[in-house]
């Protein structure tokens, strides 16, 4: 039976955490704002999904490339959360709690890609 590796890392563990917030916000984004919520649900959900699929890979280097889409997409997730914030769909306080939470998956992604970079 196979394993999957990815239960382990904290940072997998934090995405879930970040899209679970997100996706409580986003029911709360007006219709015309769908667009917005929509993306913003799916980068969050991308930091997870790409962790995953990439510590099946059979290679370092092909997990790194995986974990450097993880973090265009917690990026990704960050431009959202700065319109959603323009737009007043979220508040300030909001942003910065979750700010702290994508500031420590971004160092996360940026050590495992590191520890990656170095074993290829």
């Known amino acids: 039976m196979q394993t999957f590796r990815f239960f382990e890392f904290q940072v997998y563990k934090d995405g879930k955490l970040l899209y679970k917030r997100v996706v409580e916000i986003t029911k709360k984004f007006p219709r015309e704002h769908w ?25 370092d280097k092909d997990f790194k490339r995986y974990v450097e889409n993880a973090l265009g997409s917690i990026n990704e997730s960050v431009a959202c959360l700065d319109i959603a914030l323009d737009n007043l769909l979220i508040s300030k306080s909001f942003f910065e709690d979750v700010k702290i939470l994508v500031e420590s998956i971004t160092k996360q992604l940026g050590g495992l890609a590191k520890k990656l970079r170095s074993s290829c």
């Open 35 to 59: 667009e917005l919520g929509d993306q913003l649900r799916r980068a969050s959900l991308s930091v997870c999904l790409n962790i995953a699929e990439g510590s099946a890979k059979f290679s």
